[in-house]
Nanobody, 129 residues
């Protein structure tokens, strides 16, 4: 069992920055792929970025590439999402997810909700124009 808690969300203006944190407990996450997804009102939850267990490889959605950066501190069992140059369209609830079964190594599972088996409750990010 892995318990995941996101934090760091808030209300900011367009162009501002935020750093989200995802703290995991119950197991060490140093061998797991971690992902961030987001869900805007009335829309489906979508992939934002994921980082492999080693931290040497990450994938970003085109909508955030160049603005968001994912990192992990395995010693702290925490993953971070640095979000710069925020836009109103980034407004969403941001969810952290953990893949403990290795599913994200196959096919497109890295980008799919089904690739992950533990999720946090989410943190709200609101970007005003």
């Amino acid at each position: 069992q892995v318990h995941v808690v996101e934090s760091g969300g808030g209300l900011v203006q367009a162009g501002d920055s935020l750093r989200l944190s995802c703290a995991a407990s119950g197991r060490t996450i140093n061998t797991y792929t971690m992902g961030w997804f987001r869900q805007a009102p009335g829309k489906e939850r979508e992939f934002v970025v994921a980082i492999r267990w080693s931290g040497s490889s990450s994938d970003y959605s085109d909508s955030v590439k160049g603005r968001f950066t994912i990192s992990r501190d395995n010693a702290k069992n925490t993953v971070y999402l640095q979000m710069n140059s925020l836009k109103p369209e980034d407004t969403a609830v941001y969810y952290c997810a953990v893949d403990t079964r290795g599913r994200t190594a196959y096919s497109d599972n890295l980008y799919r909700l089904t690739g992950y088996d533990y999720w946090g409750q989410g943190t709200q990010v609101t970007v005003s124009s």
